[in-house]
Each structure stands twice: as structure tokens, then as C-alpha cells.
């Protein structure tokens, strides 16, 4: 009778535990509303790598896409941006953030003569550029979203741009374009929809919000779950291989797969890149096209990185 009571209370916390198990780990992808097509890899407790890569997907065949989720609330880490003027790589930047393990390329270009001007950035309470464009400038679209951030790096918002910056008062502002989800709505779809127009893209100016935002191009966004989590995004693109998005595209898969808060295009095309530690050749993820070649050498030096340490 003793060893019957004994055997069944050994099979009951065996059950009890292999339980919790399944919790941890269904707690760490519940965000990933669905997990076909999708690979999954713990960088640490707090942060999941989610790489997907469909051909048969209805929506998403022949896409390439990274994903990576950050978890403040688990206080193991903290994001931190980075910016130099004189701009570097990504994997560069990375060697510089000690104990970083993921990381994106940021915003769009600031020290740029045709552009320096359409741009908020703010770090520690210093304000290094500030918009100055009129909305007549065909610029106007590229700073319609923000995401303001604490200084330890564990509290993130994104939200539409206000007319006057000097009144938002966080901390951290990096700004960027298009909105594609404000507060579960996918406002994306509809900033630069192109189907039905009878327009020549072709003959448009490259930064008109049409031509640059309603093609298919690389992608790089950010976004913020319901939980707080902060999510680094990359579209590969302008290959056979990977197809890239436009910004309604990425926002109907940032909604189907993950339907974050709030999300916001950042810098993409060339600039398109995502860093992960130890990864070879050089910690680069995705294929950046700047070389022309489906590899990980063709980066781009940027000004801002947002990385994960």
C-alpha cells in the first residue's frame, strides 16, 4: 500500500512539472498567433528569435522574414539605440554595445543634406535633430509615427507624431513612417494603397509616400504588444528568393501573426538588417541587398541601431 501511495505521488509531480513545463515554454510563443511557416529559437528567457519562410502560404509565399522579442517585463534586459554620425554597419555597431544580442537598423538617415530636416531624434533628453519640413515638402509622411522610450530601456510606446515634439516629453523620441498599427488598428492598409489607382508609380518621385511605401521593398519595423513586449522586425526583399512588402502587406502579417498594440515602418530597403550574436558569418540574420547578392555581406552603413542586450 506504501509503495502504491509512494508510485502514484511520483507520477503526480511528474505530471505537475512536465505541466509547468509546457506553460514556460507556450508563455514564451503565445505571442505567435500562428506557427506554421515560422522557426523559433530562445536567445535567452527574454528574448525569441521568430524567423519565417513560406512557399505555400496563401498571403506570405516567398517572403523572408525575422522577428525578434524583446520582454522587459522578465528584468533580465533592456534596448538601447544607438547612433553615430559618421554611420557604420550594423554588426560594427554591435561590437560596440556590450552584452548586446539582437539588433536592427533604426531610423531613416539623419545626417543627409536632402533630408536632415524630416526627422525627430532624441536621446537622454537631447534633442540631435528636429523636424523642420513643411507639409508641403515631399517628406512630409516620413516622421508620422513615434516611438518614445524610458532611459532604462524597458518602457516603449509608439504612437502617431504630435505637430510640436517640444510637448511630448519622454526621454527617447526616434521617429519614423508609416503608422501601421495605432492601438490594434491596422491603419496601414489604407496610407498607401495602390490598388485601383490609375498612376504610373514608375514616373513618381522615389520618396512620394505611393511609390516608396505602396511597392514591394526590404522592411524594417518595430512594435509594441499588449503585454509591453518590444518587437524588432525585418522584410527581406528585391530578390526571387524573398519578395519583400509593401506597408499594407506588413501590416495585414504584423495583424495575422503577432497583432501587436501599435507597430511603425522604420528605415528599410538596403538598409534593411538584423544582428544576432554568434551567428555567422558575421551576426547578420537576413540577406541585405546593398551588394546585389542573397547573402549576408551586403550591409549598408547606417547612423542609428536599435539593439537588445
Same mark, same amino acid.
Given at each position: 500500500?506504501?509503495?502504491?501511495?509512494?508510485?502514484?505521488?511520483?507520477? $503526480?509531480?511528474?505530471?505537475?512539472?512536465?505541466?509547468?513545463?509546457?506553460? &514556460? #515554454? *507556450?508563455?514564451?510563443? !503565445?505571442? %505567435?498567433?500562428?506557427?506554421?511557416?515560422?522557426?523559433?529559437?530562445?536567445?535567452?528567457?527574454?528574448?525569441?528569435?521568430?524567423?519565417?519562410?513560406?512557399? $505555400?502560404?496563401?498571403?506570405?509565399?516567398?517572403?523572408?522574414?525575422?522577428? &525578434? #522579442? *524583446?520582454?522587459?517585463? !522578465?528584468? %533580465?534586459?533592456?534596448?538601447?539605440?544607438?547612433?553615430?554620425?559618421?554611420?557604420?554597419?550594423?554588426?560594427?555597431?554591435?561590437?560596440?554595445?556590450?552584452?548586446?544580442?539582437?539588433?536592427?537598423?533604426?531610423?531613416?538617415?539623419?545626417?543627409?543634406?536632402?533630408?536632415?530636416?524630416?526627422?525627430?531624434?532624441?536621446?537622454?533628453?537631447?534633442?540631435?535633430?528636429?523636424?523642420?519640413?513643411?507639409?508641403?515638402?515631399?517628406?512630409?509622411?516620413?516622421?508620422?509615427?513615434?516611438?518614445?522610450?524610458?532611459?532604462?530601456?524597458?518602457?516603449?510606446?509608439?504612437?502617431?507624431?504630435?505637430?510640436?515634439?517640444?510637448?511630448?516629453?519622454?526621454?527617447?523620441?526616434?521617429?519614423?513612417?508609416?503608422?501601421?498599427?495605432?492601438?490594434?488598428?491596422?491603419?496601414?492598409?489604407?496610407?498607401?494603397?495602390?490598388?485601383?489607382?490609375?498612376?504610373?508609380?514608375?514616373?513618381?518621385?522615389?520618396?512620394?509616400?505611393?511609390?516608396?511605401?505602396?511597392?514591394?521593398?526590404?522592411?524594417?519595423?518595430?512594435?509594441?504588444?499588449?503585454?509591453?513586449?518590444?518587437?524588432?522586425?525585418?522584410?527581406?526583399?528585391?530578390?526571387?528568393?524573398?519578395?519583400?512588402?509593401?506597408?499594407?502587406?506588413?501590416?495585414?502579417?504584423?495583424?495575422?501573426?503577432?497583432?501587436?498594440?501599435?507597430?511603425?515602418?522604420?528605415?528599410?530597403?538596403?538598409?534593411?538588417?538584423?544582428?544576432?550574436?554568434?551567428?555567422?558569418?558575421?551576426?547578420?540574420?537576413?540577406?541585405?541587398?546593398?551588394?546585389?547578392?542573397?547573402?549576408?555581406?551586403?550591409?549598408?552603413?547606417?547612423?542609428?541601431?536599435?539593439?537588445?542586450?
Amino acid at each position: 500500500m506504501i509503495k502504491r501511495l509512494v508510485l502514484l505521488l511520483a507520477i $503526480t509531480l511528474s505530471i505537475a512539472c512536465a505541466s509547468k513545463k509546457t506553460r &514556460v #515554454s *507556450f508563455s514564451n510563443q !503565445a505571442e %505567435l498567433l500562428d506557427q506554421k511557416g515560422w522557426k523559433i529559437d530562445t536567445l535567452r528567457k527574454d528574448v525569441i528569435w521568430y524567423k519565417f519562410s513560406s512557399s $505555400t502560404d496563401r498571403e506570405f509565399a516567398g517572403q523572408n522574414v525575422n522577428v &525578434v #522579442s *524583446f520582454n522587459p517585463k !522578465a528584468k %533580465l534586459g533592456n534596448a538601447v539605440l544607438a547612433y553615430k554620425k559618421e554611420k557604420d554597419s550594423l554588426s560594427v555597431f554591435a561590437g560596440r554595445i556590450s552584452g548586446a544580442i539582437a539588433g536592427i537598423n533604426a531610423t531613416y538617415f539623419i545626417e543627409k543634406k536632402d533630408s536632415a530636416d524630416y526627422m525627430h531624434l532624441r536621446l537622454k533628453g537631447k534633442d540631435i535633430q528636429q523636424v523642420k519640413v513643411p507639409k508641403t515638402s515631399i517628406y512630409w509622411w516620413k516622421h508620422q509615427g513615434m516611438m518614445t522610450f524610458n532611459d532604462e530601456g524597458t518602457a516603449f510606446e509608439i504612437k502617431f507624431s504630435p505637430t510640436d515634439f517640444s510637448k511630448v516629453k519622454a526621454s527617447n523620441i526616434i521617429t519614423g513612417a508609416p503608422m501601421l498599427i495605432d492601438n490594434f488598428k491596422p491603419v496601414g492598409l489604407t496610407f498607401a494603397d495602390t490598388a485601383g489607382l490609375q498612376l504610373d508609380l514608375k514616373k513618381l518621385h522615389y520618396e512620394h509616400y505611393l511609390k516608396h511605401q505602396g511597392v514591394r521593398h526590404p522592411r524594417t519595423a518595430i512594435a509594441v504588444t499588449k503585454e509591453g513586449k518590444l518587437l524588432l522586425i525585418t522584410v527581406d526583399g528585391r530578390n526571387p528568393k524573398a519578395k519583400g512588402m509593401s506597408a499594407k502587406e506588413l501590416t495585414l502579417f504584423l495583424a495575422r501573426y503577432f497583432n501587436p498594440k501599435s507597430a511603425m515602418n522604420i528605415d528599410g530597403g538596403g538598409s534593411t538588417m538584423m544582428w544576432i550574436k554568434g551567428e555567422v558569418p558575421n551576426g547578420i540574420v537576413n540577406y541585405p541587398t546593398d551588394n546585389k547578392k542573397f547573402d549576408h555581406y551586403g550591409q549598408r552603413m547606417v547612423e542609428t541601431a536599435l539593439f537588445i542586450k
